[in-house]
């Protein structure tokens, strides 16, 4: 399922000490070709939710309602400018139940959500342990979609998978990270077959946004979640 080559000793030393040091790393060509192919089938062809809100409130939209949905994104946006953080996307939830047509669009999914071989890979990566990841997301974004600048709370690493085949530099929809003072220190393109690691541990360390998809552009496709820590019982 993925490269083999991320998992040598020479590239596992050199993602450990990039993330040590810059707080993120972005890995490219990271599945297998039969994989990443299946993905780009599947991701623009999910039912996703629409999902918008405002420092903690949030609404979760039904794909069948699309009227509705398009109101909540107005709705979301005549308040935006009242609050530091607002957001209006689409979603499509992954769970241990969820079914995809495709058994390796199934293998991938559900290796991640049961804790395998991602898991096992950004531990190793990052140093942290005992990490579980709930519900990743497939999203999209596309011109009429966005997120403002943010932290990610009660959390250890990020992880953003990339499903766009073509994806040209001014469409935008680049992931931006911020220093303490806003301003924009690095942007990742989401480029297809590309995975981020984005340490989320500290407080005020790696605010970050997404750049706005131009007009001009095609829809942003990505699984995103999160890993936080649930030590053992019996771990101090």
Not at 73 to 81: D, L
Not at 116 to 133: A, N, P, S, W
Not at 143 to 165: E, M, Q, S
Request: net charge neutral; charged share 25%.
């Amino acid at each position: 399922m993925y490269n083999i080559g991320i998992f040598t000793s020479g590239a596992l030393k050199e993602a450990t000490v990039t993330f040590k040091n810059k707080g993120y790393i972005a890995i490219d060509s990271v599945l297998d070709q039969k994989y990443i192919e299946q993905l780009y089938t599947t991701a623009p062809n999910i039912n996703y939710d629409a999902r918008g809100g405002y420092d903690d409130y949030y609404e979760t939209i039904p794909w069948q309602e699309k009227e509705r949905a398009n109101e909540l994104g107005n709705e979301i946006a005549s308040k935006a400018h009242d609050h530091d953080f607002s957001y209006y996307h689409r979603i499509s939830l992954v769970g241990m139940d969820t079914k995809f047509e495709s058994e390796l669009v199934q293998e991938f999914t559900q290796d991640i959500v049961r804790g395998g071989r991602l898991k096992d890979y950004i531990e190793t990566v990052t140093g942290f342990e005992h990490l579980y990841t709930a519900f990743p997301t497939f999203s999209y974004y596309n011109k009429n979609h966005w997120i403002t600048p943010h932290y990610d709370p009660n959390r250890k690493v990020a992880y953003l998978f990339y499903f766009n085949k073509v994806w040209k530099k001014h469409w935008g929809g680049d992931l931006c990270l911020l220093d303490e003072q806003d301003r924009v220190h690095t942007t990742i393109a989401p480029l297809g077959n590309r995975l981020v690691i984005l340490d989320v541990s500290k407080p005020n360390f790696n605010k970050h946004f997404v750049s706005p998809v131009s007009r001009a552009g095609m829809n942003r496709y990505s699984l995103v979640g999160w890993y936080s820590e649930r030590k053992p019982k019996n771990v101090n």
